[in-house]
């Protein structure tokens, strides 16, 4: 179980400094899904710092923590993609052995297999999420995403943190 | 810091009209982040879906999960029970 308690002292005094409450989303917004699960499009979305091994790096050394996001192919190869982020926070033996673990595209291609969703997106989307000054995901990268979800025609979207 | 973008673009999302439910591995830090649906699980930092190459694990997770997209009395918490 994930605590404050058992993160790093330095982490957990950031933390519990931070002023979360400032960022967070009032009022809170509303999509009802659109349609039943079995015809609902689906998209993942994670703040992990995958990235396919052809694109670019996040930038670690982004002193407010890099804002952009990647695009990954929902015909990657799950176990194919790269892990890049800049947080110390988290144990990364779990991730490096099965990327399911923080990214369960392959889980989603059962339920595609099974029809318990309609249909996966033909792409997803990824963050670094170590993000400490996040005016620009605010403004610019989480609205870009929104709207390509959105002109996707995607139904439901399901985000993973690490 | 990872469960403060997945609020951040996650309500972005959802302003835009498309449903979603994200994952928490920090419930203090989602509660105060108010995201429109989430669920709690209690596992550690890294591990949101539960435990590697545990594709039952993960399919009950995800199972929970996506069991919140119909809720509308936002924000919803959820704990993951196993």
Sequence with gaps: MATYDDLRLIDRLFLKGYPFARYAADPVPCAPLRRPLGEARVALVTTAGLRDPGQENFDRRHKMGDPSFREISN???TQSLVESHRSHSFNRAGLAADRNLVFPLDRFRELEAGGAIGALNHRHFSF???IVGPRPVIQET???VARRLREDSVDAVLLTPV | MCHQTVSLVQAEIER???ATV???LLREVTAVLRPPRALWVPFPMGYPLGSPNRPD????????????????DVPVLEEFTQ
């Design chain 1, 75 to 77: 015909e990657v190869v």
């Design chain 1, 128 to 130: 670094m999420g170590s």
């Design chain 1, 142 to 144: 989480a609205p870009e």
């Design chain 2, 16 to 18: 835009a009209g498309v």
């Design chain 2, 22 to 24: 994200s994952i928490s």
């Design chain 2, 57 to 72: 694990l993960q399919r009950r997770v995800i199972a929970a999960a996506l069991a919140l997209l119909g809720r509308d």
